[in-house]
């Protein structure tokens, strides 16, 4: 199982990004993806997951309204859609296999990070 992370870079506050989640190696529809982040001196936060067909979201509180998650399954791919970005939202961005209960949380396979940095 790999996952590639992409996407990542500088933004002013009120910008956007998109966040591609490129699989390889596994049929992704097959799992739920997520994005988590971690800025420094803070705790990994889950921000968004999706499920495997027929594809159901979740969001952290800090991200709903302003993040959308979408997967394309003829591409593999998982995307993260961010708008209105704040400062607060400065991070490096992990996507993972995910979960979803009571809060996100990571189900073992990690692509690598992006960093996403939001300031003016």
């Known amino acids: 199982v790999q996952l590639q992370a992409s996407g990542g870079g500088l933004v002013q506050p009120g910008g956007s990004l998109r966040l591609s989640c490129a699989a390889s190696r596994f049929a992704l529809d097959y799992y739920a993806i997520g994005w988590f982040r971690q800025a420094p001196g803070k705790e990994r936060e889950g921000v968004s997951c999706i499920s495997g067909s027929p594809g159901s979201t979740h969001y952290a509180d800090s991200v709903k309204g302003r993040f959308t998650i979408s997967r394309d399954n003829r591409k593999n791919t998982v995307y993260l859609q961010m708008n209105s970005l704040k400062p607060e939202d400065t991070a490096v961005y992990y996507c993972?296999?995910?979960?979803?209960?009571?809060?996100?949380?990571?189900?073992?396979?990690w692509g690598q990070g992006t960093q996403v940095t939001v300031s003016s």
């Open positions: 993972a296999t995910c979960g979803f209960g009571s809060s996100l949380y990571p189900t073992g396979y």
